[in-house]
Nanobody, 124 residues
Framework: VQLQASGGGLVQAGGSLRLSCAASGRTFSSVDMGWFRQAPGKEREFVAAIRWSLGFTNYEDSVKGRFTISRDNAKNTVYLQMNSLKPEDTAVYYC??????????????????WGQGTLVTVSS
C-alpha cells in the first residue's frame, strides 16, 4: 500500500486547511486510515482515524469539533478537514493505514503503512 499525503501549508490562526491522503497499490477488504502529527521535538501523536468500510471515526480530544476525517471511495482518498487552526496544530502530518482488526487504534505501532508527511504551519 502506498500513501501520498498532500495539502499542507502556511495558514493564520483561525484558518482552515484540508489534507488529502491518496492510497494506491494493494488494498484490503477492510482498512482503517489514520492521521498522525509530529511537532518539532515531540513524539508522533494520533489525530484522527476512520474505518473505511463503515465510516466510523475517532478523534484526539484536542481536535474534536475542529477537525473532520472523511473518505472518498471513488478516489481511494482520505481527507482531514482542519478548521479553527491554532499555532499548537503546527506539525508534520502523516497519514497511515492498517487492516481493520478489532477496535480502532490510536498508536503508531498499530499502523503498517505510512505516507511521507505534509507540513502544516499555523502562525499566530
Amino acid at each position: 500500500v502506498q500513501l501520498q499525503a498532500s495539502g499542507g501549508g502556511l495558514v493564520q490562526a483561525g484558518g482552515s486547511l484540508r489534507l488529502s491522503c491518496a492510497a494506491s497499490g494493494r488494498t484490503f477488504s477492510s482498512v482503517d486510515m489514520g492521521w498522525f502529527r509530529q511537532a518539532p521535538g515531540k513524539e508522533r501523536e494520533f489525530v484522527a482515524a476512520i474505518r473505511w468500510s463503515l465510516g466510523f471515526t475517532n478523534y484526539e480530544d484536542s481536535v474534536k469539533g475542529r477537525f473532520t476525517i472523511s473518505r472518498d471511495n471513488a478516489k481511494n482518498t482520505v481527507y482531514l478537514q482542519m478548521n479553527s487552526l491554532k499555532p499548537e496544530d503546527t506539525a508534520v502530518y502523516y497519514c497511515a493505514a492498517r487492516r481493520s482488526l478489532g477496535t480502532m487504534k490510536r498508536t503508531t505501532t498499530e499502523y503498517d503503512y505510512w505516507g511521507q508527511g505534509t507540513l502544516v504551519t499555523v502562525s499566530s
